[in-house]
């Protein structure tokens, strides 16, 4: 499985870079995908009050599986996610057999991972150049915001490019 790790602060682009990448390996036919992404918000949840799922998990069991024609959701309830081991987490989508992952968020559970490929994605340059500093080793190029009027250019030796105008060139990185 090839994973691809999404850095930037909000409204980086971190999410539309994320799926261009993710509409071009589709495109291009080259293996299933899951993606990761981190929420902030700690009274985020996915399942809806009221809802059979909810009834579920609040009379106390804490994994509750919905079924559906074409969907299969896990809700697993936990006090604290920071527990949760990186293992665990790449275990479920080894299972669904992924041949990509990408990732927008968990960096921290992804700082000793080894061949794990980085994009940056910035409002500018001096951003994307903080951000390199952070999260140095394995970055394939730089996106974002500011891509568009940098395409061609290149930041600290790393390529710009604008997605999804350059998806082919940004694919061809990951693939390598």
Request: with cysteine.
């Amino acid at each position: 499985m090839k994973i691809v790790l999404f850095h930037g602060f909000s409204g980086g682009g971190k999410t539309t870079a994320l799926t261009s990448i993710s509409r071009a390996i589709v495109k291009a036919r080259l293996g299933k995908i899951g993606t990761i992404k981190r929420i902030h918000d700690r009274d985020f949840s996915i399942d809806s009050k009221g809802k059979d799922t909810w009834l579920h998990a609040s009379s106390g069991s804490s994994v509750v599986v919905a079924v559906a024609p074409k969907e299969i959701d896990i809700i697993r309830r936990e006090e604290d996610t920071s527990t949760i081991s990186l293992r665990e987490i790449l275990g479920i989508f080894t299972r669904s057999k992924v041949d990509y992952l990408l990732v927008e968020g968990l960096h921290q559970k992804f700082e000793n991972a080894r061949n794990v490929k980085r994009i940056i994605c910035a409002k500018n340059e001096a951003q994307a150049k903080d951000l390199m500093k952070i999260h140095h080793g394995n970055i394939l190029f730089v996106t974002g915001k500011f891509a568009n009027k940098s395409r061609g250019k290149e930041i600290n030796g790393i390529p710009v490019f604008s997605l999804p105008r350059d998806g082919a060139k940004a694919l061809h990185l990951i693939e390598r």
